[in-house]
């Protein structure tokens, strides 16, 4: 029997010792990634948050309100619906209300049934509803203007929510109080720990005005009123996050 051996290829000596040094040269020598990711590890960094604010008189103020009507049919509905809206925007516009302020926000019309026990539901006509979002930028007119409308024939008033016309400056402030309480605790932060700020790495802002939600009001459907309502705007808060990264050494 004739045994058979694979003959394996045989290498000059200075081949050899050029493929070893390559590999060992490849396996010490890290990527450029890597450095970089090194050298970011070697730096001391500081990462912190903090929020400022300012508080500001409103000078807008929001309000929703609407006009409930009913009618054997809904055409009927609707008509007498559209008749008494009609006299609440225009109360509106005497009352100092842009068209630009006045904004329909629903417009419905819905059967009405009555439900007797062990009997199918009976049609009972329709109701219709309207209603219109405004905005009132004199906010010493503001009582008045609901009562305007009310004694037009709004039948409800849904919510109120005051704003800001213009909240730049609201916000600026808010940011200036946010950085100075982020410098605050960053430099405080330095000191417990023994080290110095050389730079700011970055700089983030989060939040910043935000409308405050509507606030509930009283259904209204009294037509006079002695003296217009009372309405107070109150004070809004305007926020403004921010965070940072700050590279510290000793």
Same mark, same amino acid.
């Given at each position: @029997? ?5 003959? &394996? ?14 590999? %060992?040269?490849?396996?010490?020598? #890290?990527?450029? !990634?890597? !450095? ?11 990462? +912190?948050?903090?929020?400022? /604010? ?11 309100? *609407?006009? =409930? ?8 509905? +609707? ?5 008494? @809206? ?25 059967? =009405?049934?009555?439900?007797? =026990?062990?009997? #199918? #539901? &009976? +049609?009972?006509?329709? =109701?219709?509803?309207?209603? $219109? ?5 004199? +906010?010493?007119?503001? *009582? !008045?203007? $609901?009562?305007?409308?009310? *004694? ?6 849904? *919510? ?10 609201? /916000?600026?402030?808010? &940011? ?6 982020? !410098? ?30 509507? %606030?509930? %009001?009283?259904? @209204?459907?009294?037509?006079? %009123? ?12 305007? &926020?403004?996050? $921010? ?8």
């Amino acid at each position: @029997m004739t045994a058979l051996t694979a003959a &394996r290829p045989v290498f000059p000596l200075a081949a050899s010792f050029a493929v070893a040094a390559a590999l %060992m040269a490849g396996a010490v020598a #890290p990527p450029a !990634q890597a !450095q970089t990711a090194d050298a970011a590890f070697r730096a001391t960094t500081l990462n +912190l948050s903090a929020f400022g /604010e300012s508080k500001v008189t409103p000078d807008l103020a929001t309000i929703t309100l *609407g006009v =409930q009507t009913d009618g054997a049919t809904a055409a009927a509905a +609707l008509s007498a619906n559209a008749a008494q @809206m009609t006299k609440v925007v225009a109360a509106l516009k005497k009352a100092g209300i842009a068209e630009r302020d006045i904004q329909t926000s629903t417009l419905n019309v819905n059967p =009405q049934y009555v439900y007797i =026990q062990n009997e #199918p #539901p &009976r +049609l009972n006509g329709y =109701q219709a509803s309207n209603q $219109v979002t405004i905005q009132v930028r004199d +906010l010493t007119k503001l *009582g !008045q203007t $609901v009562d305007a409308t009310v *004694g037009a024939g709004a039948t409800n008033v849904g *919510g109120i929510s005051f704003g800001l016309q213009d909240p730049k400056a609201a /916000e600026d402030a808010a &940011r200036l109080d946010a950085v100075k309480a982020l !410098q605050a605790k960053a430099d405080l932060y330095a000191r417990a720990t023994g080290y110095k700020i050389v730079r700011l790495v970055s700089l983030g802002e989060g939040g910043g005005y935000t409308p405050a939600p509507p %606030m509930p %009001m009283y259904a @209204m459907a009294k037509r006079e %009123m002695a003296d217009s309502s009372p309405v107070s705007a109150g004070e809004l808060k305007v &926020r403004v996050d $921010v965070s940072a990264t700050y590279e510290l050494v000793k």
